[in-house]
T-cell receptor, first 112, second 115 residues
Framework: ETGVTQSPTHLIKTRGQQVTLRCSSQ?????VSWYQQALGQGPQFIFQ???????GRGNFPPRFSGLQFPNYSSELNVNALELDDSALYLC???????????FGQGTRLTVV | KQEVTQIPAALSVPEGENLVLNCSFT??????LQWFRQDPGKGLTSLLL?????REQTSGRLNASLDKSSGRSTLYIAASQPGDSATYLC??????????????FGQGTTLQVKP
């Protein structure tokens, strides 16, 4: 167990809807990153949050947004869902500066 | 642009065999490299982290090596067991990522260990 928890574990949404995924980081970690993993692929970096601000972003459109709270927990919001957004969404926590990343169990999002 | 490749994509071995998983990366300017295990439909479990200044790391039956100049890392699993069956992913954190913490992953090697 890594101490990183994500909710919910599974979710089914309709195309065009909005979704919020949640992540509670490991105790003492101040940085949260989000990844999208399509079936059979490696995870792709979405963005990272440090001290409640986004400080790095991958090649994802603005309809992917996030928040980090003072207790370092985080949310990933996706607006206007598309079928291709169906994936496993992973949250990772770490200390800033390139330390070891610890992942949660993921949220499986299915868009129909 | 950093690219990470893992070969082979899939591997099936009998129980007890020693095996090597390969990971290559195109840009040697890395901060560290991390090996993960992923069970079907689950999250990632960190196995080993190798800093760019290190040559290898060991944990139990696992040994990971890093050759930064050639852009390669290997994960050695000794005396494989059916419980080792999973997908193994390597990921690098580039120096050019600064403090973003961005990990770039390979596509993984899916390992099956037969009893």
């Amino acid at each position: 167990e890594t101490g990183v928890t994500q909710s919910p574990t599974h979710l089914i949404k309709t195309r065009g809807q909005q979704v919020t995924l949640r992540c509670s980081s490991q105790s003492g970690h101040n940085t949260v990153s989000w990844y999208q993993q399509a079936l059979g692929q490696g995870p792709q970096f979405i963005f990272q949050y440090y001290r409640e601000e986004e400080n790095g972003r991958g090649n994802f459109p603005p309809r992917f947004s996030g928040l980090q709270f003072p207790n370092y927990s985080s949310e990933l919001n996706v607006n206007a869902l598309e079928l291709d957004d169906s994936a496993l969404y992973l949250c990772a926590s770490s200390l800033l500066g390139g330390a070891e990343a610890f992942f949660g169990q993921g949220t499986r999002l299915t868009v129909v | 642009k950093q690219e990470v490749t893992q070969i082979p994509a899939a591997l099936s071995v009998p129980e007890g065999e020693n095996l090597v998983l390969n990971c290559s990366f195109t840009d040697s300017a890395i901060y560290n490299l991390q090996w993960f295990r992923q069970d079907p439909g689950k999250g990632l479990t960190s196995l080993l982290l190798i800093q760019s200044s290190q040559r290898e790391q060991t944990s139990g039956r696992l040994n990971a090596s890093l050759d930064k100049s050639s852009g390669r890392s290997t994960l050695y699993i000794a005396a494989s067991q059916p419980g080792d069956s999973a997908t193994y992913l390597c990921a690098v954190r580039g120096l050019r990522s600064g403090n973003t913490g961005k990990l770039i992953f390979g596509q993984g090697t899916t390992l099956q260990v037969k009893p």
